[in-house]
């Protein structure tokens, strides 16, 4: 299994950048998109299955920062893993977490609410 990349970013950030480029702001949506540019050459695993991705980065996963509730991660996604339902995404990514934070003879405990699909 090839290392993976996550990128961590201010929870507050993201969201504003998210909205923005939701509501149609084409700056936004090019700051989201040039998101994974510090990594065009090196190939970029899929956090999911470990694929590589390919250039550019299809899908990007965002989940909660391991204890810090003001950050985020954001992990790239593959063709096939971004088609996934939501449910089956963040099972798996959550699954990966825990093995990634877990300490020896503790729990790991993953709590966020995902936002609605499309913010207002």
């Given at each position: 299994m090839a290392e993976p990349v996550l990128l961590s970013l201010s929870r507050?950030?993201?969201?504003?950048?998210?909205?923005?480029?939701?509501?149609?702001?084409?700056?936004?949506?090019?700051?989201?998109?040039?998101?994974?540019?510090?990594?065009?050459?090196?190939?970029?695993p899929c956090f999911l299955c470990d694929h590589q991705c390919g250039w550019?980065?299809?899908?990007?996963?965002?989940?909660?920062?391991?204890?810090?509730?003001?950050?985020?991660?954001?992990?790239?996604?593959?063709?096939?893993?971004?088609?996934?339902?939501?449910?089956?995404?963040?099972n798996r990514a959550i699954h990966i977490l825990r093995e990634m934070f877990r300490k020896e003879g503790c729990q790991y405990h993953v709590t966020f609410n995902p936002k609605r699909r499309h913010p207002r």
């Open positions: 507050s950030e993201w969201d504003s950048m998210y909205r923005l480029a939701y509501k149609g702001e084409l700056w936004a949506a090019d700051q989201i998109d040039a998101l994974w540019d510090g990594y065009k050459d090196q190939p970029v550019p980065v299809p899908n990007t996963l965002i989940l909660p920062e391991h204890g810090d509730p003001r950050r985020v991660l954001a992990a790239p996604l593959c063709w096939e893993c971004g088609e996934l339902p939501q449910m089956v995404k963040f």
